[in-house]
């Protein structure tokens, strides 16, 4: 029951801070001398401070106000993708401590080279921490593919060629401190939930976020909550056979979404002589590629122009079946979809007026992700936090308790 009246204080308090130790009684129905306690409980666990006296007007001395803390208490979020590897730090309440990504071929170094450099960034982030005084809740990793979230283990990512992975095992027999939590989840589902606490559509109740990375996948929130599925699948939309005909798919199948959408489709229409999987090419990160292509559009270059509008066309068109699925109000494009928004979502917009059912993909708008390739990170960083202010009483005491 305490653990369960710390962590509905402690939501009130972040939600509704500045408050005084009365209100929460108010809010909670809790009594004032229980809420004085699980007050000096979250204070010594470092989660909330006084800011002061509150003045609402009245006579009389005036309450000492409340705010969420969580300043020395951190949630870190890593994602390793086909080309690169991020790492995120925030606070408790959100505070971006550290952002880093690195250029890394996830896909041609196989599932040991790649976690062990993971665990080297995931290192060097928890270093990075230690001077700022900011103690880790936990880890969340990110991974492009379908992962079993109960023992963090990665089912299979085709576009990194890993089936089986046993990732949270093999991290925690890394240089990681074992009282460190560590979860795994999918990079999309991750991204979304980013999205729908901070994103550019924040609070909109049914949305689908889409990667837009080498491979292509989609989180879909429905009715204020994560789509996982029965076993928590849901959204490898990328997967989706639009083209019978088409391109041989790293999944196996032929005409995926993804090899009609994926970066790596655009690289080969747009700048054939730096497509993936060449061995003279040396790993580059997206930003990179993306400013290459960027540069050649500005050249003049025609085979941009219609590597987009191709790109965007076929946007469109899956965009459209996921609107007949799940009715969002918003499509949150992200990864590089995201950087090209201005020139893909016109032709998507076409498409989708074409094929959606005109009801819903009228009231339906694609928008341009804020968060970069950053999204994933961020929100595994985010389900630390949740974590946390959905059980506080698993933060250590840093300090004595204040008298009551």
């Known amino acids: 029951m305490r653990r369960s ?99 890394f071929d996830a896909m041609g170094s196989g599932p040991e080279r790649s976690l062990d450099e993971l665990a080297c960034v995931i290192e060097k982030t928890l270093a990075d921490l230690e001077p700022l005084g900011v103690t880790p809740a936990g880890i969340t990793v990110a991974v492009p593919g379908l992962v079993d979230t109960t023992n963090g283990t990665v089912v299979v990512a085709p576009n990194l060629g890993w089936r089986g992975v046993k990732v949270a095992e093999r991290l925690s027999r890394a240089d990681i401190p074992g009282d460190i939590p560590i979860g795994v989840d999918n990079d999309a589902n991750l991204a979304a939930l980013a999205e729908y606490t901070f994103g550019v ?46 391109e041989a798919c790293r999944c196996g199948l032929t005409g995926c979404w993804e090899t009609k959408v994926g970066l790596a489709a655009l690289v080969r229409m747009a700048t054939p002589d730096r497509a993936y999987g060449r061995r003279s090419q040396i790993v580059r990160d997206p930003e990179e590629r993306l400013a290459e292509i960027e540069q050649r559009r500005a050249e003049g270059d025609p085979r941009v122009d219609t590597a987009v509008a191709e790109v965007g066309a076929w946007l469109g068109i899956g965009a459209a079946m996921l609107v007949n699925l799940f009715n969002p109000r918003v499509i949150v494009l992200g990864g590089y979809f995201a950087r090209l928004a201005d020139l893909l979502i016109p032709a998507a917009e076409r498409e989708l007026a074409r094929l959606g059912m005109s009801g819903a993909a009228g009231r339906c708008r694609f928008v341009a992700s804020d968060l970069g390739f950053g999204a994933a990170s961020r929100g595994a960083a985010g389900v630390v936090v949740e974590r946390a202010l959905s059980d506080p009483a698993n933060i250590e005491i840093r300090h004595p308790q204040p008298p009551a």
């Open 201 to 246: 559509a924040a609070g909109t109740s049914d949305l689908v976020y889409l990667t837009g990375e080498v491979g292509v996948g989609g989180g879909v929130i429905s009715g204020g909550r994560l789509l996982g599925g029965a076993d928590g699948f849901a959204g490898e939309v990328g997967h989706v056979v639009v083209d019978p005909s088409g």
């Open 5 to 103: 009246n710390l962590a509905l204080v402690l939501r009130h308090i972040s939600g509704h801070g500045p408050c005084s130790r009365s209100a929460v009684a108010v809010a909670t129905r809790l009594n004032k001398t229980t809420v004085t306690s699980l007050v000096s409980e979250l204070q010594a666990r470092g989660l909330v401070k006084e800011t002061g006296p509150q003045h609402a007007g009245s006579v009389g001395r005036p309450s000492v106000a409340l705010v969420l803390d969580g300043s020395r208490v951190g949630a870190l979020g890593v994602e390793v993708n086909v080309d690169y590897i991020a790492a995120i730090a925030t606070d408790l309440a959100g505070r971006v401590l550290i952002d880093r990504r690195i250029s």
